[in-house]
């Protein structure tokens, strides 16, 4: 089946620690978007590639990084200088509408 | 700027109809999207429009109006499974997504 897959659902860390998420998507789409979603509010973008080894920072880049080396996926680290790194995050790839991954939700304790 | 309205929270009754106002002001269109998100899940696709009009999906349709910047959605013969944050999103000429804060539906019986 193809989809978007988003590993792993749940995610602890403790603060000052870097920790990577997983994109993966078998959909052959060429753009890819990473989201953070807080509790109440909608989707906002943290970055988001169009093509391989092509990335852009959308609105909230500060305190993250991603990585596009292959058309299936996209990682995005959530680094020590994010002030405040608990949430929700959603990976997306774009065909003709926005396809969403399960989503990660990360807690930095 | 990109600014995208819903109302935060709607109630309504089990069997009834809800409409779902959403305005924006982007700084390009390429369509118009509704998702539906239950908590802690990813958002699913519901509906699109591009021209102006009235889109009919069984229970679930959606008007758009470009000069106005307005569209909404409408939920017939609510259900209760309907209950849910229903996401309006403005695709950019740049192809990117953005979303408004979503709308808390809850259904009652």
């Known amino acids: 089946d193809g989809g978007i897959t988003q590993s792993p659902k749940y995610l602890f860390r403790k603060e000052g620690q870097n920790v990577t998420l997983s994109c993966e998507q078998n959909l052959n789409h060429d753009a890819m978007y990473w989201y953070r979603q807080d509790p109440g509010q909608g989707l906002r973008l943290i970055y988001y590639s169009q093509i391989v080894n092509d990335f852009q920072k959308g609105d909230i880049a500060e305190g993250y990084s991603v990585s596009r080396e292959k058309k299936e996926s996209f990682p995005l680290t959530v680094t020590s200088a994010q002030k405040n790194p608990t949430a929700f995050y959603l990976c997306?790839?774009?065909?003709?509408?926005?396809?969403f991954g399960q989503g990660t939700r990360l807690t930095v304790v | 700027g990109q600014n995208i309205d819903q109302p935060t929270e709607m109630t309504a009754t089990e069997g009834a109809i809800v409409q779902i106002n959403c305005t924006y002001q982007t700084s390009g269109f390429n369509g118009l999207f509704w998702y539906q998100q239950h908590a802690g899940e990813a958002p699913t696709f519901l509906s699109y429009?591009?021209?102006?009009g009235l889109e009919e999906k069984g229970r679930f349709s959606s008007f758009l109006s470009r000069s106005k910047g307005y569209s909404y959605l409408l939920l017939k013969e609510l259900q209760m499974k309907d209950s849910a944050s229903y996401l309006c999103?403005?695709?950019?000429?740049?192809?990117?997504?953005?979303f408004g804060p979503g709308t808390r539906l809850s259904v009652l019986p």
């Open positions: 997306a790839s774009k065909g003709g509408n926005a396809f």
């Open positions: 429009n591009v021209l102006d």
């Open positions: 999103a403005v695709r950019d000429y740049g192809q990117n997504f953005v």
